[in-house]
């Protein structure tokens, strides 16, 4: 189980993270290395649309800027 980070609302909390059931048996028929592809398309496509995001909210921040704030809420605001 994993572990929201803490906020504004308080300390840490756990994180129950459900797949479907059918879900569940699409993905188990795939093998390591295309379970690791979708997730990392997720990823990308997480970071795209924070980025796309926070681009249009603050169109003044550099490209330093808007790569690190991505960063810091692609980690939880770990680091």
Do not use: C, N, Y
């Amino acid at each position: 189980m994993a572990t929201a980070p803490a906020g504004p609302s308080g300390p840490r909390r756990p994180v129950v993270e459900v797949v479907d059931d059918d879900m569940a048996r699409v993905l188990a028929q795939k093998t390591g290395a295309e379970r690791l592809a979708i997730a990392d398309g997720m990823f990308r496509s997480a970071r795209r649309m924070i980025e796309s995001h926070l681009r249009a909210e603050h169109p003044e921040w550099d490209s330093q800027r808007l790569q690190a704030e991505v960063a810091r809420r692609l980690s939880h605001g770990a680091g």
